[in-house]
């Protein structure tokens, strides 16, 4: 009895005694703090991520209660709605800003931009970048070696494993962690547009119409054909290189259809009406079909990566190889030059040799398409003469 | 275009561009080789049953490493980069050869599991992942744990074996009882310092063997592998502060030789606390760690309930590792 | 016992087989293409324009300020671009396009084999003929040696060091020139002490040339004030800090230059240049290149014009080996890996490496082991495992405190790795952003 009375007591007295210091430390060492900014941090989401260019979403929250108006100030994450709610608990008024998200402007995929080197140091695109041009001849795409994916908190992007090419998801928040991750500044945080449309420029080469197609067969040559084409005046030409204002865009899609080399992508729009000719195509034996797949990677894909529609001049280059006699020229050739290849560069390894022969044939049925058809065909530039070719229009 | 076709396979990339063809397996491997001496002695003094128990160890090691490495983190194992293997020996060495075989399995598990793979696998480890296991037995099954072989050559019998103390424990005993330690080894007790040296005493299968492990030392010195700063500052430091001890009074603390020849002094001091992972970086930090580990296991084996102090001072050790990298720097050049 | 540095240092495997090629005369290629900006700091103004004719040691750029040097034309033909082009990485560069018409050189220009010895320049002369002669540092940093040689105020120089010790493997051109141009280095080494005003020299030689070491003795001992110091092989002894400390022991303080210490470094090809500068008043239009390769089929050393392209200088080695998978610009230790074989030799250019497709190709990186192996080999005496994870943590002030300035990017550290972890080339991006941090804190 004694012991449990005792234990009791003594517990007591700590609990007390405790109870005491830890009211004079309280009382003694109080931090004076605006009470607002507790409510303002228990509104802003909480990831911490940085994407509003403080400390975390404490260092936001001091700063909104600071500033007299929510100027310049947004939380990424919470988008507009969250900064509302933030506004009116704190008796202000907060303007709309339409909701956006990261967008990749590269578009220089294993098939359009050939690579002519093999990087072989630290996986990061700043270490590449600080010393070399990377793999490709293009000086101001995509490194591929994913800084922007490392960058992400919000798993929105990730590395396609074919293109080589980060692809943003639903998932973005627009934190812009991922732009200053990018040491090309190839990503931009645009407007995620009516039904999450957008239309782009999916390039950053500044390079002279001439280098830059030879780099990348969908690089933008700065032709302003599409600032021509465009009636709201949203497109500037600046450095040989197209910028979509995405505030003063109104996604007519008129620059999709003059771009000659599909720099330009749409997205999330519904599929353009598909011609006759194209179910015939799909309907003919397997060598068409075959064809139809080497064609693929010159011409669809700029236009089509993300949606898989079919835009209109897709439709003419399939046209053009569904005579079958063409087709088996163009295999011919693909057989003449692979020898060639091989004596020219004397190339050792199996693995090694394969890679030339996708460009190869890429450029080789371009080749092979009719010159009078190539006048028609607006987007359609070959890649074998283009050196020849003065992109100033 | 033909320029272009020439330059395609040219591998780019920052400098340098050699590299002297070091690796984690040579390290490791080394190590393994290391331990040669000291593994053959325990065959000859233990027989069999050391056998035994390091090759269930290292099988079991190996087998949990694959496992979690698979299973659990979906990652490429790397059982074969020898860090599971030296696990497994150096686990073995710390165990008694007649222990049962099951209890060297737990073992296995909490070493590599508990000690190595929850931190995130080699080189993430705060603590020697052997001797998590080795003392995660010693604390669960202290019976097993401190029932030592009296070693009797090759032929020694698995089961049944004659049992003995080892000598830090008869020590210990003699503290407690009072009687002058300085008796036990003129009195016959305790064998003399040759049969320590040879090893040719009661304790764990690894352990016994001072001079293979010694032999181990100068192989690891030669290959580079490790620096002599761990080792020598242990040895240093246990000879000094026994010493010291000794000296005031020779009745209650036993002399220095005898403390750097018994129990884990020589196989913690060379194999276990010179661990990459869990020692600190640089000179000054591996001189701070061996003076740490060289007092608490002379406190420990002294004052300390139990008679054995080697693996508790090197994992209280491992435990300071991160806060020595950072306040002791490897002296700058300028 | 030789001396060397202190701490830290790796020995990689010397490959120096060329060490026996006399040094070859390459032929006038037909067109050079000559970078402006060839040197640290800002690139060469050009004076010339497309359709000019120029002849060899012509100027073609003027130095852009004061850290910056002149550029000559190395033949003599008609200027046909001054346009970019895509350097050794690939990224675009201003050069000068000249197509080759002839070898007229430009008068005054002494070619002739005879030596001159006699110094009659006064030190004004002599620091006005090298920024003239645009030269710069030609073990590989190519700092502009006019800069060098003047002391910034309250710092007096007390001793020169000629920097002969080549430690980065395969390279033989610093070696080959000390075995064949050993009087005029003694002689440029004389007019660099003239125009420091420094009454001693030194020239660092590693103890892997005995025969460069027994000639520049010779030659040496019959000059007052200039001394031969053999040097116990050890990478990275050609590092301006660490061969100071090999030579007189001092130590260049953290960020400092080895001024405070009073010493000034030059290469030995460096002292050669200002030699041809002063005594016979060619400027620095050709330099001498190692190009070799486990499978190069004839490994040599060649005198070539600056703008040559490297890919002629290939074929002259035999031309590209099949199995060739890597080509780097300089030495194994710090070269660049050469993205573009059209990029031209430039003054920096100390020699061509090709590796084979087994040689150039990183092994894949694992876990760090923490063996501190990169903590013991770093001659600066910092932490590379620590540098790399504050770099790709971006913590540009945690490197700082670390001393990632300190870092002189030699490369031991990836070097030795057991992990075959890239830690130089992260600490390398740490570093440039840390240098970024503090010029905007200065600002």
Redesign the interface.
């Known amino acids: 009895m004694n012991t449990i009375l005792i234990t009791i007591v003594s517990l007591c007295a700590i609990g007390i005694v405790s109870a005491v210091i830890l009211y004079i430390v309280a009382q003694k060492f109080n931090v004076e703090e605006d009470p607002r900014i507790d409510t303002v941090e228990g509104l802003l989401p909480g990831a911490n991520c940085g994407g509003c260019g403080y400390p975390g979403c404490r260092g936001l929250a001091e700063a909104i209660v600071k500033a007299n108006d929510m100027e310049g100030l947004l939380c990424p994450v919470g988008g507009t709605a969250g900064m509302q709610k933030i506004a009116a608990a704190l008796g202000r008024e907060v303007s709309e800003a339409a909701p956006k998200i990261a967008v990749v402007r590269c578009n220089g995929s294993c098939d359009n931009r050939?690579?002519?080197?093999?990087?072989?140091?630290?996986p990061?695109c700043?270490?590449e970048h600080?010393?070399?041009?990377?793999?490709t001849?293009c000086?101001y795409g995509c490194l591929g070696c994913g800084d922007c994916v490392e960058a992400c908190v919000f798993d929105a992007i990730h590395m396609d494993e074919t293109t080589g090419l980060p692809v943003v998801n639903d998932k973005c928040v627009a934190c812009g962690a991922c732009v200053k991750a990018c040491p090309r500044s190839i990503i931009e945080l645009r407007n995620r547009g009516p039904k999450e449309r957008r239309i782009f420029v999916a390039c950053v080469n500044k390079e002279k119409g001439g280098t830059a197609r030879k780099a990348c067969s969908v690089a933008c040559i700065g032709c302003s054909k599409c600032a021509k084409a465009c009636t709201f005046e949203a497109i500037s030409i600046e450095n040989n290189l197209a910028y979509i204002d995405f505030t003063k865009c109104r996604l007519c899609r008129k620059c999709v259809g003059v771009c000659p080399t599909g720099a330009i992508q749409e997205i999330n729009f519904p599929a353009r009406k598909i011609t006759p000719e194209i179910q015939e195509t799909e309907n003919t034996p397997a060598v068409a079909a075959e064809a139809k797949e080497t064609v693929k990677p010159a011409a669809l894909t700029a236009e089509t990566a993300v949606t898989g529609t079919l835009v209109p001049t897709a439709v003419t280059v399939v046209k053009e190889v569904v005579v079958t006699e063409e087709v088996v020229t163009v295999e011919e050739e693909i057989v003449t030059v692979e020898e060639e290849?091989v004596t020219?560069?004397?190339?050792?390894?199996g693995e090694?040799a394969e890679?030339?022969e996708m460009t190869e044939e890429r450029e080789v049925v371009e080749e092979t398409i009719p010159e009078e058809e190539k006048k028609e065909v607006p987007r359609k530039v070959d890649l074998?003469t283009d050196e020849e070719i003065d992109f100033k229009i | 275009?033909?320029k272009?076709?020439?330059?395609?396979?040219?591998?780019?990339?920052?400098s340098p561009h050699v590299h002297s063809g070091d690796s984690i397996e040579k390290n490791m491997y080394g190590v393994l080789i290391a331990l040669i001496p000291a593994f053959i002695c325990s065959v000859l003094f233990f027989g069999l049953g050391a056998v035994l128990v390091t090759l269930t160890s290292v099988v079991a090691c190996l087998v949990f490493e694959y496992a979690i490495q698979q299973f659990l983190l979906r990652k490429r194992p790397t059982i074969f980069d020898g860090s599971a293997l030296i696990t497994g020996v150096l686990l073995a060495f710390n165990l008694p050869s007649n222990i049962p075989l099951w209890i060297v399995v737990i073992g296995a598990l909490v070493a590599i599991g508990i000690g190595k793979m929850s931190f995130g696998g080699l080189g993430f480890n705060i603590f020697n992942p052997a001797l998590v296991g080795r003392v995660y037995l010693l604390i669960s099954f202290p019976v097993q744990m401190t029932t030592w072989p009296v070693p009797a050559g090759v032929t020694t019998p698995l089961t049944d074996a004659a049992t003995g103390a080892t000598p830090l424990a008869l020590m210990k005993a003699a503290v407690n009882t009072g009687k002058p330690v300085s008796e036990l080894i003129s009195s016959g007790v305790v064998s003399g310092y040759r049969d320590l040296f040879l090893g040719n005493l009661g304790g764990s299968l690894g352990e016994v063997a001072a001079f293979a492990l010694l032999i181990g030392f100068v192989y690891l010195l030669f290959r580079k592998i490790i620096t002599w700063h761990i080792p020598v500052m242990i040895f240093v430091t246990v000879f000094v502060f026994a010493g010291i001890l000794h000296l005031a009074n020779p009745d209650l603390f036993i002399n220095p030789v005898f403390h750097l020849l018994t129990g884990g002094m020589m196989l913690g001091a060379i194999f276990m606390a010179t661990d990459y992972v869990t020692s600190p970086m640089s000179v000054k930090g591996m001189t701070v760690y061996g003076i740490g580990i060289g007092i608490l296991t002379v406190l420990i084996r002294q004052f300390g309930a139990y008679p054995e102090g080697m693996s508790f001072a090197i994992l209280i050790m491992n435990a300071l590792t991160p806060l020595l990298n950072r306040y002791f720097k490897p002296a700058r050049f300028a | 016992m030789l001396k060397t540095f202190k701490i830290g240092g790796v020995h990689p495997p010397e490959n120096k087989w060329t060490a026996d090629g006399k040094i070859e005369v390459l032929p006038v290629p037909e067109e050079v293409v000559i970078p402006l900006g060839q040197h640290i700091g800002a690139p060469a103004t050009p004076v010339v324009q497309k359709g000019d004719h120029v002849k060899a040691g012509q100027l073609i750029g003027e130095a852009a300020g004061f850290v910056s040097a002149a550029v000559h034309s190395s033949v003599s033909g008609t200027v046909t671009a001054v346009e970019e082009r895509?350097d050794a990485?690939?990224?675009?560069r201003p050069v000068v396009v000249i197509k080759v018409e002839g070898d007229e050189w430009m008068e005054g220009i002494n070619r002739s084999e005879r030596a001159e010895h006699n110094i009659t320049a006064s030190k004004e002369e002599i620091l006005k003929a090298i920024g003239a002669a645009g030269i710069v540092g030609m073990g590989g940093a190519a700092f502009p040696t006019r800069v060098k040689l003047s002391p910034p105020p309250g710092n007096t120089a007390e001793l020169l060091i000629i920097n002969g010790v080549e430690c980065e493997p395969y390279l033989t051109a610093d070696h080959r020139i000390m075995l064949e141009r050993a009087e005029d280095i003694v002689v440029g080494t004389m007019i660099l002490m003239k125009a420091l005003g420094v009454k001693k020299a030194v020239i660092g030689i590693e103890n892997n040339k005995p025969d460069a070491i027994g000639k520049l003795q010779g030659i040496a001992t019959k000059v007052l004030g200039v001394e031969i110091c053999p040097l116990k092989v050890k990478y990275p002894q050609g590092g301006e800090k660490q061969l100071i400390k090999a030579v007189t022991g001092k130590t260049v303080p953290s960020c400092g230059l080895p001024i405070a210490v009073g010493a000034v470094v030059q290469n030995v090809g460096t002292a050669l240049a200002v030699y041809e500068a002063v005594m016979k008043r060619k400027p620095l239009v050709e330099r001498i290149v190692t190009v070799t390769g486990t499978s190069v089929k004839k490994p040599g050393n060649f005198l070539c014009r600056i703008g040559t392209p490297i890919s002629r200088l290939i074929e002259a080695a035999g031309g590209l080996p099949?199995?060739s998978a890597k080509v780097i610009c300089g030495g194994p230790m710090m070269g660049?890996a050469m993205?573009n074989l059209d990029a031209p030799v430039t003054k920096g250019t100390s020699g061509i490496l090709i590796l084979s497709?087994k040689e150039?190709?990183?092994k894949p990186e694992s876990n760090c082991i923490r063996c501190s192996k990169c903590v013991s080999v770093c001659p600066m005496g910092l932490e590379p495992y620590l540098l790399m994870d504050l770099s790709?943590f971006q913590l540009p002030e945690r490197l700082e405190t670390e001393k990632v300035m300190d870092c002189i990017e030699c490369g031991s550290c990836s070097f030795t790795c057991p992990s075959h972890r890239?830690l130089l080339?992260?600490i390398?991006?740490g570093k440039?952003r840390t240098g970024v941090m503090i010029r905007n804190r200065k600002k």
């Open positions: 050939p690579r002519i080197n093999r990087y072989d140091g630290a990061s700043a270490v600080a010393l070399y041009a990377g793999e001849a000086i290849i020219v560069e004397d190339v050792s390894a090694k890679e030339p074998a | 275009m033909l272009m076709r020439a330059m395609k396979n040219r591998v780019i990339s920052p | 895509p990485g690939g990224i675009p099949a199995d660049r993205a497709e150039a190709l990183r790709r890239p080339d992260y390398r991006l440039g």
